[in-house]
């Protein structure tokens, strides 16, 4: 499985891709919602899931969530908002935007497990094969 972790902490990148690529996903980064696009555009199969951070320059998370739902070939990615934005209504609207989750930073990463297991993404292992 894919994996794309959109925030501008390049820190932050790399502790939730460690933990995704230790969860046996692939994983790519980008720094801000319109660097994610130009990756989702320049490749022919969208990734499985995008982990988008909320504040970010150039396009925010909730930019780019609604734009990603925009587009009949994204609708397939499973997007996780993890971010410090806490309050209830920027919840609200992040799932409403159609994001499918929403992590508070800061996470654990068995909480981030948590929510892969929630949305069904568990990539399979060799093990889960025989």
């Known amino acids: 499985m894919r994996a794309l972790v959109v925030d501008d902490s390049r820190a932050m990148r790399r502790i939730v891709g460690r933990i995704l690529t230790d969860a046996g996903f692939e994983v790519q980064e980008a ?14 199969t969208p990734p499985d899931l995008a982990c988008i951070d909320w504040n970010m320059p150039v396009m925010d998370g909730l ?11 994204w609708r397939s990615i ?25 992590l508070i930073k800061p996470f654990t990463a068995d909480a981030l497990q948590e929510k892969l297991d929630l949305l069904g993404l568990v990539p399979l292992t060799a093990g889960d094969l025989a």
């Open 63 to 73: 930019e780019f969530v609604t734009e990603v739902r925009s587009r009949p070939e």
């Open 78 to 102: 499973t997007l996780m908002m993890v971010t410090t934005e806490s309050e209830q209504s920027r919840i609200v609207r992040a799932l409403a935007a159609g994001a499918h989750e929403y």
């Open 31 to 44: 720094g801000h919602g319109q660097e994610a696009l130009d990756l989702l555009t320049e490749h022919d």
